[in-house]
């Protein structure tokens, strides 16, 4: 058994768990935030991608050790109170998703790929960016088109603030 | 996954003292090879010891003539590297096509040397470059390193700290993936050297993992142009087959490969 801590959408977390715990088990587990998912459990498919100190990573592949001290946003923590993130908000007008299963992975890759590339994203990038995010329903076309969205949106609430 | 301890130590030292206590220690990375396994039970050990955080197994160092990458430096990292993309533009390359942005956040060079998966990227310019895998014992040159499938000239217990790699005259590499794993289903790594040798190296391809390709080196070394592999064969002998693939569309994939590698060195 370990104590780690680290804070989960902005708030402190401190937990008991065993060694073997990883990231995405302490998160549905422990803290009962099953928006993230697990897809493949084998690395491949990004349902289970969260955001660890600002970077998009797969939190099945994450020991909760590796995350002591980390700073970790999942799916639950981006929006503000009842208004979606840009990022959501692109995926519900673009009928960005179909079963639903895949999207908090894609989400969360999404906003770290706006994050690096910025506005200037063209459909290329955000096929080959979206590699590590498997969407079983193959509905690939309309997320990217909210990605791009997105894209443009977050720019502009940037520049907002 | 079987139970485990985890240990984050502060120095590579630390780390060793550590992997003699545990009965049946392991190093920890990037952990992109490591607990994937041990989440299907395929490895239980005693201990892992995570070394991906300590200061002096990360970083980036060009001279004019060798680049030096860090054992713990993430792929991220190298991707963003401008030292790496003005002295050896074919190692940016490989690792753009490496896993995917998640994977490599945490993926690291030294994991991906030490581990030598038979599909794995690096093994293939490690070979081609000739480089050298320094560890915190000694330097082992790469034709001493690469022992067949998982297998690598380290001790147990010994940690790679960098990799240098000399500067080449040219390289390139050119991978065709599997479309799930993004492991090379087969890719290809030529290098011309400064010293003029050239040296061809697939991966993905061979029972034994990371290979010269010494019928390509030859081609090359009498005319550097992607035009002189087209009247060569492959041999199927020894080459992967599974259901991603035949061993004689392996061999096939050899020579375009390289044709493509030599096209992208220029």
Not at chain 1, 147 to 159: C, F, G, P, Y
Request: charged share 20%.
């Amino acid at each position: 058994m370990a104590n780690v801590q680290l804070t989960v959408n902005g708030k402190a977390v401190s937990a008991d768990v065993e060694d073997r715990t990883l990231l995405v088990q302490l998160l549905r587990d422990h803290l009962g935030l099953t928006g993230t998912h697990v897809g493949c459990d084998t690395s491949q498919c990004g349902a289970c991608i969260v955001h660890i100190d600002g970077r998009a990573v797969k939190s099945c592949t994450t020991l909760v050790g590796q995350v002591d001290g980390a700073n970790i946003t999942t799916i639950e923590g981006i929006s503000k109170g009842d208004e979606l993130h840009p990022m959501q908000a692109a995926f519900r007008d673009n009928h960005g998703l179909q079963c639903g299963y895949c999207t908090p992975g894609m989400i969360m890759s999404a906003i770290d790929i706006v994050n690096r590339y910025g506005a200037d994203l063209d459909e290329d990038t955000v096929r080959h960016e979206l590699e590590g995010n498997i969407c079983r329903c193959t509905g690939y076309h309309n997320i990217v088109k909210s990605v791009l969205d997105a894209a443009s949106r977050m720019k502009l609430s940037i520049a907002a603030e | 996954m079987y139970s485990t301890t985890y240990h984050r130590p502060a120095t590579v030292d630390e780390a060793v003292a550590l992997f003699a206590k545990g009965s049946d220690a392991k190093y920890l990375a990037g952990g992109h090879t490591l607990l994937p396994v041990m989440k299907q039970r395929l490895a239980a050990p005693s201990d892992v010891i995570d070394i991906a955080r300590i200061p002096t197994l990360i970083g980036i160092e060009a001279s004019s003539e060798t680049l030096t990458i860090k054992a713990a430096t993430t792929y991220f990292d190298i991707l963003s590297s401008a030292d790496v993309k003005r002295t050896i533009p074919a190692i940016a390359h490989l690792t753009s096509v490496l896993g995917d942005p998640a994977v490599r956040y945490r993926g690291t060079i030294g994991g991906s040397v030490a581990t030598n998966d038979p599909t794995a990227d690096y093994p293939a310019a490690v070979l081609a470059l000739n480089a050298t895998v320094k560890t915190n014992r000694r330097e082992i040159p790469a034709d001493a390193f690469f022992q067949g499938l998982f297998t690598t000239a380290l001790e147990n217990d010994e940690i790679i700290t960098a990799i240098a790699f000399p500067i080449p005259e040219k390289a390139g590499y050119a991978k065709m993936r599997n479309p799930a794993s993004r492991f090379a289903l087969t890719a290809v790594f030529v290098a011309k050297l400064k010293s003029g040798e050239i040296r061809v190296t697939a991966t993905g391809a061979s029972q034994d993992g990371v290979m010269r390709v010494p019928v390509i080196e030859q081609a090359l070394a009498a005319n550097w142009s992607a035009a002189a592999l087209e009247g060569i064969t492959i041999s199927e002998e020894g080459l992967m087959a599974d259901i991603h693939g035949t061993s004689d569309y392996r061999a096939n994939l050899i020579k375009v490969m390289a044709q493509r590698a030599v096209a992208a060195a220029g």
